[in-house]
């Protein structure tokens, strides 16, 4: 994967002060450079400026990460990088990349892939060897959260009895199913682990916790096992949301044995933890809750790879479907010249000939406008329809994309872009790199931040033309709590993608647990990311073109539906919030509390934090799944998801199957009926099987929770 990523600002200056007069152009390096053909070129004006002696380690980490740090993984120490390099790993070449000093994370031989933590100078020292392919930087990860039954321990989950589990002929509790969930912590904060009693032991992949704060109130059993701990020099502390989601299993499937694997900071560390929590810990339900920025939207990467197998042995996935609600785009690449052809075009500066055209009519329409409230951080996640290069899924790109941001619908001389990411892919006959474009932008960039108006532009550099492009916009909300907006030009707003949209995984969208109406009905969150199927005009099915090492698939495409399922969000538990607000239980007073008045959700009612987004939703659904299993023990994981998706309630708004809400929302005594019945299986995920149904684009979402940083 090869980027090139330049701010062009009048006075660009490295944080520590140095005037870097720093050429930022495409022609710096030669073609013969190897950093041209080996890097990540969002890294080349800073090893450029530290070898010409403009800039130290420190100096050009911080200007990089000041940049594009909300996309990017992160580490403790200031100065490291999380790198994936490419390479035919060998013990010789792992000698080698050691010796220039970068800490190798994980090394996987299937994948082609060595991940690293390394400064500047460490990773100038391994663009140099030969074994090495290329080297990227990691993208980020996005964790997606933003009385009653299922009351265990001191506080209830909501989700029970919404979910029907409160009529159950028998009191099934989960006994005899252990269930898995990867995301970022289970012991990092204080609010766990600061307790006399707390004890882990043992080492990965058979770490056992007891004692902890949560397991002493009940709301965790008295031990759990850990196949993998958050990495907190790599990763950073953890927030816990891992504790959260094994909460809301144990109210719901209180027998459940629990694991737990921490999803670590690349796709191959993911997919390696997915694999360990069935191997290791026997699980046959996982729930995950995080989705990697470099996840192939148009075939199976690692960690739908790593699901498809446990699906293989018996394992049920449930993964949060997003919180991106509508802020998507898909179409064919459109040039607003339309006799462009296949060889290179200008893109330092572009001339404007090869920008797509957005369908959204007016005098420019190759200018999509975003509109960002002050305060507001944009992330544009870009991919087309190539197989990609890197985790040795296939040859590579044979086309390259240009993304520009401007703020004004301009490319004149003074115009110059607030963003500029260019791809040096392959081109038609010569594949390499990967087909993805991912940066973001905040809107404090030059200081005092206000409501503005940035403009997207996609750019054909070379290659093939007719590519399907698909592009997610992610931000995290203005000062005054509003959202983004921008047309969409009649296409669809489509934002789930990667392993939520695989045929082995589930995905769940969320609903509030305490939406249904006098009517019944029942209305999805507003930001629950849009799929796409269900005979949806518009919305059509997600198209799948590849195979796990880059064949096109037979009859390609293959088209998906996603989501899968919808289960409610919203729900307490004892310790974690999602940093919208909540209610802090008074010390030896469970019914009182007192308001945290820097925070702005509703509480739950009963004043305990309050767990908002799909990462709630997805555990709920894996908890009820649980359920089912020990009704019916010998059940497949085709037929538990196939009973789940045809019980589903699918009185919802619209009324399900639609690509918000999937099949409906989770019912488990009709599902438990369900598997009563002989099963017919089908493909659950295949477009074609599904019934037509209509469904309309909801308005922009005006609220969703936060985006943590990861």
Request: proline share 9%; glycine share 10%.
């Amino acid at each position: 994967m090869r980027f090139s990523f330049h701010f062009f600002c009048a006075g660009l200056l490295f944080a520590s002060g140095l005037a870097c007069a720093l050429d930022l152009s495409w022609d710096i390096l030669p073609e013969n450079e190897p950093l041209a053909h080996k890097l990540d070129m969002r890294l080349i004006p800073a090893i450029k400026a530290l070898r010409a002696g403009q800039a130290n380690d420190a100096d050009g980490a911080r200007e990089v990460k000041r940049r594009h740090g909300r996309v990017l993984a992160q580490t403790a120490k200031a100065d490291e990088f999380v790198v994936r390099a490419d390479a035919h790993i060998t013990n010789a070449l792992l000698a080698e990349i050691g010796r220039t000093g970068a800490v190798i994370t994980n090394s996987a031989p299937k994948w082609n892939t060595v991940s690293l933590r390394a400064t500047l100078s460490q990773i100038d020292k391994l663009s140099r060897i030969d074994g090495v392919r290329f080297i990227t930087l990691q993208a980020g990860k996005r964790h997606l959260s933003n009385q009653s039954g299922g009351w265990v321990g001191s506080c209830p989950n909501e989700a029970f009895d919404v979910m029907n589990l409160n009529n159950l002929p028998e009191n099934f509790t989960g006994a005899g199913v252990t269930v898995g969930v990867l995301s970022d912590s289970v012991t990092d904060t204080i609010q766990v682990n600061a307790s006399a009693t707390f004890s882990s032991t043992g080492s990965a992949p058979n770490i056992y916790i007891s004692g902890s704060i949560p397991q002493n109130s009940g709301d965790l059993p008295s031990s759990f096992q850990v196949v993998a701990q958050n990495n907190q020099q790599e990763n950073g502390p953890g927030t816990d949301e891992g504790e959260a989601m094994l909460e809301l299993i144990h109210d719901i499937a209180p027998g459940a044995a629990l694991a737990f694997g921490a999803v670590q900071a690349t796709d191959t560390e993911f997919a390696a933890n997915i694999e360990l929590l069935q191997s290791a810990a026997n699980c046959k339900i996982i729930a995950d809750d995080v989705i990697m920025f470099d996840e192939p939207f148009f075939q199976d990467g690692p960690i739908a790879q790593a699901i498809t197998a446990n699906r293989s042995a018996g394992v049920l996935h449930f993964t949060a479907a997003g919180n991106e609600g509508n802020t998507g785009v898909t179409g064919v690449f459109t040039p607003m010249n339309p006799n462009l052809g296949t060889g290179d075009q200008p893109h330092s500066p572009p001339n404007g000939q090869a920008f797509h055209n957005w369908g959204i009519g007016g005098s420019t329409p190759d200018f999509l406008p975003i509109f960002l409230p002050a305060g507001d951080s944009l992330t544009v996640i870009m991919e087309w329809n190539q197989p990609y290069q890197s985790f040795n899924l296939g040859p590579g790109s044979q086309a390259a994309f240009d993304v520009f941001l401007y703020a004004s619908p301009s490319i004149a001389s003074n115009n110059q872009a607030l963003v500029a990411q260019l791809g040096n892919m392959g081109t038609v006959g010569s594949p390499s790199g990967d087909p993805s474009q991912y940066f973001s932008f905040p809107n404090d960039y030059y200081g005092v931040p206000n409501d503005t108006t940035v403009y997207l532009c996609v750019n054909h550099f070379h290659g093939v033309l007719n590519n399907e492009i698909r592009v997610v916009l992610q931000d995290t909300g203005g000062n005054n709590g509003t959202y983004m907006s921008f047309p969409r030009g009649g296409v669809n707003g489509a934002t789930s993608f990667g392993h939520p949209t695989s045929f082995s995984c589930v995905g769940v969208g969320a609903m509030p647990w305490n939406s249904e109406n006098l009517n019944g009905n029942l209305s999805p969150e507003t930001w629950s990311s849009v799929g796409g199927g269900f005979g949806s005009a518009t919305c059509p099915a997600l198209p799948f073109y590849f195979d796990g090492t880059g064949n096109l698939l037979p009859g390609a495409p293959v088209l998906r539906n996603a989501p899968d399922l919808l289960a409610p969000d919203g729900c307490t538990t004892s310790v974690f919030y999602t940093g919208w607000g909540y209610y802090e239980p008074l010390p030896g007073n469970p019914n009182g509390g007192q308001f945290n008045s820097t925070a702005y959700s509703p509480p739950g009612p009963d004043w305990f934090p309050t767990f908002v987004g799909t990462s709630c939703a997805a555990p709920n659904a894996a908890g009820a799944a649980a359920v089912l299993l020990e009704a019916v023990p010998n059940a497949s994981p085709d037929a538990l998801l196939s009973a789940m998706e045809t019980s589903a309630n699918k009185n919802t708004v619209p009324l399900s199957p639609n690509p918000v809400c999937g099949n409906g929302l989770v019912d488990v005594t009709a599902a438990l009926q369900a598997l009563a019945e002989p099963p017919t299986i089908t493909s659950p995920s295949t477009a074609a099987a599904m019934p037509e149904a209509s469904f309309l684009i909801p308005s922009p979402p005006q609220a969703r929770p936060p985006s943590p940083s990861a």
